[in-house]
């Protein structure tokens, strides 16, 4: 288990950014996958952007989700164990509550389902004004 730590969400105006920040307690988080998911009232939870090694070469890659490419980009940096969702534009569709998860499987492909990551943190409200 690593206990993760989000931060930076609030009321927000669209069209306006935001940054969430996560940070990891962890001594492993490098081989971490990690990700941000989502959860809108009343829908399920969804997969937001992953970052992590993926296959035999271990090469870290990148992925979002189809409705956010291009408004949204994950940055992680390895020194400060800390992960960000950086939304360029902000949508009224973004309001939700957003997660930051990690998870150690090793697959030639990014995992997205929630059931994929075994640490979560507690969330941080996003609500976007139209």
């Known amino acids: 288990q690593v206990h993760l730590v989000e931060s930076g969400g609030g009321l927000v105006q669209a069209g306006e950014p935001l940054k969430l920040s996560c940070a990891a307690s962890?001594?492993?988080?490098?081989?971490?996958?990690m990700a941000w998911f989502r959860q809108a009232p009343g829908k399920e939870r969804e997969f937001v952007a992953g970052?992590?090694?993926?296959?035999?070469?271990?090469?870290?890659?990148?992925k979002y989700a189809d409705s956010v490419k291009g408004r949204f980009a994950i940055y992680r940096d390895m020194a400060k164990n800390t992960v960000e969702l950086i939304i360029k534009v902000l949508k009224p569709e973004d309001t939700a509550l957003y997660y930051c998860?990690?998870?150690?499987?090793?697959?030639?492909?990014?995992?997205?389902?929630?059931?994929?990551?075994?640490?979560w943190g507690q969330g941080t409200q996003v609500t976007v004004s139209s």
């Open positions: 970052h992590g090694r993926l296959g035999v070469s271990g090469v870290y890659h990148i």
């Open positions: 998860a990690a998870g150690t499987v090793r697959r030639d492909t990014m995992p997205t389902e929630s059931a994929d990551f075994g640490s």
């Open positions: 962890t001594r492993t988080f490098s081989d971490l996958i």
